[in-house]
């Protein structure tokens, strides 16, 4: 099994920024690709950010381009998003997936159901 594990939610005001970072453990896998979701209550769960894995690059939802940046800690082996300037809007539970299968193209995926495995989420609050 797979475990992914969010950290570095919390409350901050709007303009400010938080880091998160997702890290992996469990059995040896293939990681093709990560991404970012966030579910904000009363919505549908949403796109933020995905990267490839292997060359890097990235892709962002419109909300967040210019303000978020995806990359990959390979010290860690983790993915972190860097959220900056962040608005009230950005309130939500974020949650990093990875997907173990291999894709074609070179930009990850922004539909959920691409993803294989799911941490439990970290909190971001943006209070006005």
């Known amino acids: 099994q797979v475990q992914l594990v969010e950290s570095g939610g919390g409350l901050v005001q709007a303009g400010g920024s938080l880091r998160l970072s997702c890290a992996a453990s469990?059995?040896?896998?293939?990681?093709?690709?990560m991404g970012w979701f966030l579910h904000a209550p009363g919505k549908e769960r949403e796109f933020v950010a995905s990267?490839?894995?292997?060359?890097?690059?990235?892709y962002y939802a419109d909300s967040v381009k210019g303000r978020f940046t995806i990359g990959r800690d390979n010290a860690k082996s983790a993915v972190y998003l860097q959220m900056n300037s962040l608005k009230p809007e950005d309130t939500a539970v974020y949650y990093c997936?990875?997907?173990?299968?291999?894709?074609?193209?070179?930009?990850?995926?922004?539909?959920?159901?691409?993803?294989?495995?799911w941490g439990r989420g970290t909190q971001v609050t943006v209070s006005s």
């Open positions: 990267i490839n894995w292997n060359i890097g690059s990235t």
């Open positions: 469990g059995r040896t896998f293939s990681r093709y690709a």
């Open positions: 997936a990875v997907r173990t299968r291999p894709f074609a193209g070179a930009v990850a995926s922004d539909t959920a159901r691409e993803y294989d495995y």
